[in-house]
T-cell receptor, first 113, second 114 residues
Framework: EDQVTQSPEALRLQEGESSSLNCSYT??????LFWYRQDPGKGPEFLFT???AGEEKEKERLKATLTKKESFLHITAPKPEDSATYLC??????????????FGSGTKLNVKP | EAEVAQSPRYKITEKSQAVAFWCDPI?????LYWYRQILGQGPELLVQ????????DSQLPKDRFSAERLKGVDSTLKIQPAELGDSAMYLC????????????FGPGTRLTVL
């Protein structure tokens, strides 16, 4: 069964305290793993796509990495404005010329000044 | 910067009533998605369109939900009748083509069923 699990559910950090968020997945035929940021009351905002094990992508204080069974979102020296829910999603072939997406439940990050 | 538009932003209705949500994707985007997001959970795909055609509606509760994208541009999602369990955020997203990386999400419609 296709499944995406994110941990922890919630994370509280002090400003400048680096940490990592985890996304583990079980899906056959992975065709991309996505990270999104979602602020309260808003739609998700795209951050990264990773395709193969060993791949890494960076954007400001965020770095995403991918292994065969999980992905990590590393946050280096976070600031209060990084507070949000971070969502992980996987894409696999759905058959008949379309892809299927599955989202995790997210990690709610709170960075205190 | 082009954005996905959704309306209304908020909707309060009583159970057994009909509700409709509208989405206007980014111009030129062929693929349109409707998601439902229950508070504290991740988005769940309800229906995916490629131009005006439905390519995946396997998770759409078809006894009460319907979706259309008649001219392959904007789309409407309808619930009739609404039930208490339908209270959620309904998100619309679009991408340039099916299989491209980036789905751009709209601000969502927050539905409350009383």
């Amino acid at each position: 069964e296709d499944q995406v699990t994110q941990s922890p559910e919630a994370l509280r950090l002090q400003e400048g305290e680096s940490s990592s968020l985890n996304c583990s997945y079980t899906v056959s035929g992975l065709r991309g793993l996505f990270w999104y940021r979602q602020d309260p009351g808003k739609g998700p905002e795209f951050l990264f796509t990773l395709y193969s094990a060993g791949e890494e992508k960076e954007k400001e204080r965020l770095k995403a990495t991918l292994t065969k069974k999980e992905s990590f979102l590393h946050i280096t020296a976070p600031k209060p404005e990084d507070s949000a829910t971070y969502l992980c999603a996987v894409r696999r072939w759905g058959g008949y010329n379309f892809n299927k997406f599955y989202f995790g439940s997210g990690t709610k990050l709170n960075v205190k000044p | 910067e082009a954005e996905v538009a959704q309306s209304p932003r908020y909707k309060i209705t009583e159970k057994s009533q009909a509700v409709a949500f509208w989405c206007d994707p980014i111009s030129g985007h062929a693929t349109l998605y409707w998601y439902r997001q229950i508070l504290g959970q991740g988005p769940e795909l309800l229906v995916q369109f490629q131009d005006e055609s439905v390519v995946d509606d396997s998770q759409l509760p078809k006894d009460r939900f319907s979706a259309e994208r008649l001219k392959g541009v904007d789309s409407t999602l309808k619930i009739q009748p609404a039930e208490l369990g339908d209270s959620a955020m309904y998100l619309c997203a679009s991408s340039l083509e099916e299989g491209t990386d980036t789905q751009y999400f709209g601000p969502g419609t927050r539905l409350t069923v009383l």
